[in-house]
Structures are given as C-alpha cells and as structure tokens.
C-alpha cells in the first residue's frame, strides 16, 4: 500500500530525527544529544533477551531521564577513565520503519551498527533499536524512550563506556 504524503512526512522527520540523534552520540556532542530526550524520557538496553522486565532482571543500561544528565555530568568532569581517549564512533542507521502515529507518539524500529575504535581495539555492536518519539508543540521531536536491542546481548560484552 502507498504512502500517504502524510506518512511520508512523518517517515522523513524520524529519519532525519535518528540520522541526527546518531551524529551527536558519534561525535561525542552529549549536551545535544541529551536536549533529544523528553522529560520523562527512558533509555535502555537489555541484557540477556530484548522482552525482559527491567524491573526484575539485569540490563545492560536502564537510566531514567534524571540518570541520563547525570552520567553527562560525570562525562564532563574528565574523570571518566574508559573513554580516555575517546571512542571513534560511527553509526549506520537503516530499515527505518514508523510502527504507529497517533499524531503526538510515534513508535518506530531502526536496524543500527555502530563501529566503535579504540585503544584496547575495534568492535562492531548491531542492535534493533526501538523509540517512542513524541512531537512537541513547533513540531519538533523528542525521544520518551530508546530501547537498543544488541544482537549478542545474552553474551559477554566489552566495555560499552561510550555509552554514556
């Protein structure tokens, strides 16, 4: 079935949203980045299977809105050893999909490959990632949660310190 104009609309602002939010992470531009979360925004990345209960089971990363400013503040001080020097990042986002619009939420998937280089050596994450992104009053995006599926998340991981 073909796009609504619409649709197509909505499919070019998410693209450019998650082509966007991927070039402040690379770049280590965490101040921008982090002004892409909603308020009550949620960040998460699963360990052993994508549909655990975060609030029983372990996760590689569950930070709430308030903990995702305050690993950027720990990121400011310098002393966060693991990303001294810091990664070389780059991600490619791809099989973009809108899942469902209400008009304000938007759930969308995402395939991401992230190239991380570094000093102890280069490592390739692939992840399904999930969003719910939510339109704020001029129209502008804002993600309510991000939820990043590691292909080999039931295995032993390198440090994953770029993370934030």
Do not use: C
């Amino acid at each position: 079935m073909p796009m609504t104009a619409a649709q197509r609309e909505t499919l070019e602002d998410v693209t450019a949203f998650l082509v966007r939010e991927s070039r402040l992470a690379d770049e280590h531009a965490y101040d921008d980045w982090e002004a892409l979360w909603a308020d009550d925004g949620v960040y998460w990345v699963p360990a052993n299977g994508d549909d655990i209960d975060p609030e029983q089971k372990m996760s590689i990363l569950y930070d709430n809105r308030s903990r995702i400013a305050l690993r950027i503040r720990q990121y400011h001080t310098g002393k966060r050893f693991s990303q001294t020097p810091q990664s070389r990042l780059r991600r490619l986002v791809s099989n973009i999909e809108v899942l469902a619009d209400d008009g304000r939420e938007i759930r969308v998937a995402a395939n991401v490959l992230v190239f991380e280089s570094h000093t102890r050596g280069d490592q390739l994450w692939a992840s399904r990632n999930e969003y719910l992104l939510r339109r704020q009053a001029d129209g502008s995006l804002r993600m309510a949660l991000k939820k990043v599926m590691l292909v080999n998340n039931a295995n032993a991981l390198y440090s994953m310190a770029f993370l934030i």
